[in-house]
């Protein structure tokens, strides 16, 4: 079955710090990755996809299938940038699979 | 603007009541979740539709049912509601852009199963 780790709950860093959110995955076949991001009393929100290759808000994220991980990076951490993170997988049905979250706190 | 949205936001009820979680999008989208999140899973499928008539137990469906008569709507039902089921839940639904499917996602509902 497919599965989406998320290894760290929680995250800080301080403002301009580099950021890495790691995430790992199992699914044998070609899966498609994605980061939702969820800030405070708003909804869950689409942040990047693997397949369009895309910088949001100044993150980005490589699907490294040998190492089966999908790590959202951004250089410069900005406070605006506090949230929660998921990961998400999608398999081939078009429900997702979402890790249990990383809390990302930056710090001023 | 078209939107998905969820009522009630925010419920507390009784161990053994039945409640309904209603769901609504405008878009016109055939594809429907339901998810659950609780600290330290993330959000996990509940019962998703691919469209009217059609629907599918997900990952943690025992205790919910949906049903789907139109398009707009794909209410949960929890038929007899226990403390394990105090949550936030979230509605999607999805469609197939250009730049491939997402998934957008209602508001949540805060549900307490007292």
């Known amino acids: 079955a497919q599965r989406v780790t998320q290894p760290e709950k929680l995250l800080s860093v301080f403002k301009g710090a580099p950021v890495e959110l790691k995430c790992n995955y199992s699914y044998s076949g070609s899966p498609e990755l994605f980061w939702y991001v969820q800030y405070s009393r708003q909804r869950l929100q689409l942040l990047l996809r693997h397949i369009s290759r895309e910088s949001i808000k100044g993150f980005t994220a490589d699907l490294n299938k040998g190492e089966t991980s999908f790590h959202l990076k951004k250089p410069f951490a900005q406070e605006e940038d506090s949230a929660m993170y998921y990961c998400?997988?999608?398999?081939?049905?078009?429900?997702?699979?979402f890790g249990s979250g990383t809390r990302l706190q930056v710090q001023p | 603007d078209a939107e998905i949205t969820q009522s009630p936001r925010h419920k507390i009820t009784e161990t053994g009541r039945q409640v309904t979680l209603a769901c609504h999008q405008t878009w016109n989208h055939n594809n429907m979740f339901w998810y659950r999140q609780d600290l330290g899973h993330g959000l996990r499928l509940i019962h998703y539709?691919?469209?009217?008539?059609?629907?599918n137990k997900g990952e943690v469906s025992d205790g919910y049912s949906v049903s789907r008569s139109n398009t707009e709507d794909l209410p949960l039902t929890l038929e007899s509601a226990a403390s394990s089921q105090t949550s936030v839940y979230f509605c999607?639904?999805?469609?197939?852009?250009?730049?491939?499917?997402?998934?957008?996602f209602g508001p949540g509902t805060r549900l307490t199963v007292l």
């Open positions: 999607a639904s999805s469609d197939l852009g250009l730049a491939g499917e997402t998934q957008y």
């Open positions: 539709s691919y469209g009217v008539q059609d629907t």
């Open positions: 998400a997988l999608r398999t081939g049905r078009r429900a997702l699979t």
